[in-house]
């Protein structure tokens, strides 16, 4: 059974994105009016895009990455300007934006006279310290240390396009 992401164009020139596993029947419910919610004040509707899918999950994956991009960049999909879309992925990447742990910018981080550079950690080794009564009498079961390292990350060497072709699912500009 195939499932589908799917995007119409409203009458009034907005776009709705959405998921079913019954491409026609799901048009058609939004033509009749039938189909609650946007779409029914926005009639006629178009379908401009769709592309199937093998799970209803990766479908409604698709779904949520086209409903949070621009319209410019929903353009470029539709059209299939597969060299727009990437570009527009790459710009939105390099925006600034706030971590998703604090909620701060980096500029507000700098106007705070914060070191924003990261800090390698390096861990020391991790030992287990359990009650006499709880520790193994075989000493091949005592714990290891293990000392973590820092990570340092390295640019993709990757001749593959980071972009998808009209037979590949969409790519996830935002990993």
């Given at each position: 059974?195939?499932?589908?992401?799917?995007?119409?164009?409203?009458?009034?020139?907005?776009?709705?994105?959405?998921?079913?596993?019954?491409?026609?029947?799901?048009?058609?419910?939004?033509?009749?009016?039938?189909?609650?919610?946007?779409?029914?004040?926005?009639?006629?509707?178009?379908?401009?895009?769709?592309?199937?899918?093998?799970?209803?999950?990766?479908?409604?994956?698709?779904?949520?990455?086209?409903?949070?991009?621009?319209?410019?960049?929903?353009?470029?999909?539709?059209?299939?300007?597969?060299?727009?879309?990437?570009?527009?992925?790459?710009?939105?990447?390099?925006?600034?934006?706030?971590?998703?742990?604090?909620?701060?910018?980096?500029?507000?981080?700098?106007?705070?006279?914060?070191?924003?550079?990261?800090?390698?950690?390096?861990?020391?080794?991790?030992?287990?310290?359990?009650?006499a009564?709880?520790?193994?009498?075989?000493?091949?079961?005592?714990?290891?240390?293990?000392?973590?390292?820092?990570?340092?990350a390295?640019?993709?060497?990757?001749?593959?396009?980071?972009?998808?072709?009209?037979?590949?699912?969409?790519?996830?500009?935002?990993?």
């Open positions: 059974m195939a499932f589908w992401a799917y995007i119409l164009r409203c009458e009034d020139g907005s776009y709705y994105t959405g998921h079913t596993d019954n491409l026609d029947a799901r048009i058609g419910a939004h033509q009749s009016g039938a189909y609650k919610g946007y779409t029914p004040e926005r009639r006629p509707v178009v379908l401009v895009w769709a592309q199937d899918f093998p799970s209803r999950l990766e479908a409604l994956e698709a779904e949520r990455r086209i409903k949070g991009w621009s319209r410019a960049k929903k353009e470029a999909l539709i059209r299939s300007d597969w060299q727009t879309l990437t570009r527009l992925a790459r710009n939105r990447q390099a925006e600034s934006s706030p971590s998703t742990g604090s909620g701060r910018t980096e500029e507000e981080t700098e106007e705070e006279g914060a070191n924003t550079s990261p800090t390698p950690v390096r861990a020391g080794p991790v030992e287990a310290h359990l009650a009564s709880e520790a193994p009498t075989d000493r091949s079961l005592t714990p290891t240390p293990v000392r973590a390292e820092p990570v340092e390295h640019a993709s060497t990757s001749t593959e396009p980071a972009f998808a072709t009209p037979d590949t699912p969409i790519p996830d500009p935002n990993p």
